[in-house]
């Protein structure tokens, strides 16, 4: 890709809380920003209380992009990216949802992720700080949406750990601080949990530094700006801002806060949640302070398209989870670089963690009509398998040709149920579209399969009731010694 | 399916590093020896090998993401949908077999009554191909006991015919990326990253 501005394009993001465009000329590095705007929808709160997304939410997000759509057009952007998060991905009838979306403005929608769009965001939210001489190696990056919060940490712009969490600013408000303004026993119970959840997440490494983004954060600086005329740059809060904050929140009604600090009163409702998250991180993190940044993940769509063009879908969910083990540092810590690590050391991990990840949707698999756990899995046992190649020639020859085995018996049972799912899907898909000539052929294969698949799922529920994972834990262990053998030149 | 290539000179105490680039450039050749054969539709059985030399690559370019370059995320984003492309295809042909072997079959036994098993042994012989490896699915869908009728058969006939269509169209969109591919000199792009990391 060149260094050179693109031509004007455009994302949109629609999360729990808002929807977000933004256009852009971009580079691999950095973007020209064209028009930046935010609709507050709170999807999240119809997907809170029924499950789905209501037809006023649907309404309200389609009166949004149409609008946006203009938006893009006056600035001739092309291609105009659409990115789906949270709320979208709770909604029982997302599908609908999608699908109305791309009826009624041709827009197509791309649900992601957890960590897709950690990674989205940890693009988007760093890289005017990754441009500055002083910027810190190690850094994290906590983006606080309405329905979920992603945290990123980072060393040398390498992602070293992530995790996406379904906590946010909208959940909260609406699970544990619905008065207005929030009562103290809501607060306490709302900040019990979130130190309990968050004394959860497995992050060795702390970061030094913490990059927060998210309509949240942003509005809690706008806020703090305001209310202790703070300068508009540098975007930084100690925790005694955020405290000073809290305590206006507590004391004053949404609709006050609207008016004394300029906030959208919808906003205004949620900052205490947003300020209670955000301090509880902190605390989590044994951080003093954080750093806002107004970038997320639609500027992390931008700078992917303009890394990997066509392909940056494919290029992100890979970068998502390179090689399977994105909790990884809660392990080993970033101290050594996997470029550096010793082969025959970074296997042994990577076997633990490859068969882990394969055990894991063992139970999933085991419920009937589970067809994308059978999926996932033989995913799972590929990567294994894959691994195990890599690694034969360093394996004592006995055992890799034992477990090697057992992995491929894994694969090929799994296998057979999968391709008979995948078979039934591609016909169900096309019967939808075939003429009436092909109707009675495909429904009656359509039948045949599924009785079998069926059979298959009985063949499934033996083999892996009689599968003993303690001992094909302690064969994959045991394939790859301390010292490596075999061809290896140790 | 063919074997995975051994991967030798491969050096347990060396850097993880540098045994990916090893491993990656043995997939990379499997991947050119398939290759060969994208140009010929008819290929079914080397256009799988094909696929599955993708699949390789791209396993080992995943598992080994964080000892490569980050140029290797669009690389592997390629070799992705090459195998996916790929994918559609095979998927395809074995649909087509399929159904080629329930209207023979249908055709063959009608008014008899035979080892459903045997059937399949045989017409997968006939077939001559090595597309379809689940002999128990072929078995199940020959059962005598539960054979398309007659307007189920025709009907199968004309859903033959479209699926070759839709596989000559699912050939097209791959010929035309792993020529967009070729003519960017892509297996030299993954060289030129694989060398330069080092």
Redesign the interface.
Known sequence: MQNQFSAPCAAIDIGSNTIHIVVARCTPTMLDILADEVELVRIGESVTATGAISPEKLAATLTTLHAYKALAEKHSATPIFVVATEAIRQATNSGDFIAAIQRETGLEVRLIEGMVEATLTFLGATYERAQEKNAPAQVGVMDLGGGSTEVVTAKHE?ITWRTSVPVGSGWLHDRYLPSDPPTDDELNTATVFLTTYFAGMPIKQLPPVLIVTGGSANSLFALARRAFRLDKTPMRLTLAHILHCEGLLQALPAAEVAERYQQPVARARLLPAGALIIRTMMTRLHLPEIWVSPHGIREGVLLAYA???E??P??IE??AE???NSHKSAEDGPQE????????H?GRR?LADRTEKLLEWREAVLKADDSESVHKMRVAS??LR??L??Y???CDAHTFKNIYKKTKDVADVLG?AR??D??IQ??QA?SAQ??V??????Q??IE?LQ??RQ?QQRVLETFFKKFDEREFKRQIEACLSK??VR???? | MAKAKPITGIDAQATTGVNARIIARTRLEELELWGRYAHDPQRSDELHDLRIAAKRLRYTLEIFADALPPEIAAITAEVTQIQEELGALHDSDVLMALLRLCSQQAERAEGQVQNSHAQAVAAQHEAGKHLITDIALVAHLLDADTAPAQIQRVSLQHLLESTKQQREAQYVVFREHWDSLQERNFQGDIRSILDAGQ
């Open positions: 390498q890394r990997y063009g392909q940056w494919r290029a890979q970068l390179p090689s399977g670089t996997t470029q550096d690590e010793k082969y025959l970074y990577l590929r990567r894959a691994t190649d890599a034969e020639a360093i057979v391709d008979t995948v078979m591609n016909l096309q075939s003429p000539a092909e109707q009675a052929g495909i009656w294969l045949r009785t079998y059979q010292e490596g061809h290896g030149k140790s």
